[in-house]
Structure formats: C-alpha cells, structure tokens
C-alpha cells in the first residue's frame, strides 16, 4: 500500500488528514476470573491518523 501524498481519510475514524501513520490494528481483551487475557494483531496494515495512533492498541508497521 503506498503512502499518502496528500490528504487522504484515517481508516480508523474517517478524518481527512495528510499525515497518516501505517499501522496494525490491535484487539486486547482484559483477563477474567475464568479466562486469560488476549492480544491479536490483525495481519493487514491500516493508515490511520495520528490521534487514532496515540488512543487506541496498534502497532506502527516498521518501513525498513
């Protein structure tokens, strides 16, 4: 997936931003008296912006 060079809409909340960061989307669920916790990375990088980033679980996609 190339990088945005202009503005273009965060796959997370909508917002048309022009600096967008690809990341992977994480789902964490909290452990319980009868289950383990759980973290899951999902395969397919996203572009999302960087309040979106800095709020919800992902993991930045390394470049190199």
Do not use: F
């Not at 965060?10 to 992977?24: F, K, S, T, Y």
């Not at 383990?36 to 996203?46: D, K, L, N």
């Amino acid at each position: 997936m190339p990088a945005p060079e202009l503005a273009a809409e965060c796959e997370n909340c909508g917002i048309v931003d022009a600096d967008l960061v690809l990341v992977r989307r994480v789902y964490l669920v909290p452990p319980s008296w009868e289950t383990p916790g759980s973290r899951t990375v999902i395969a397919e990088p996203e572009w999302w912006c960087v309040s979106c980033v800095s709020q919800y679980p992902c993991e930045v996609v390394d470049d190199a």
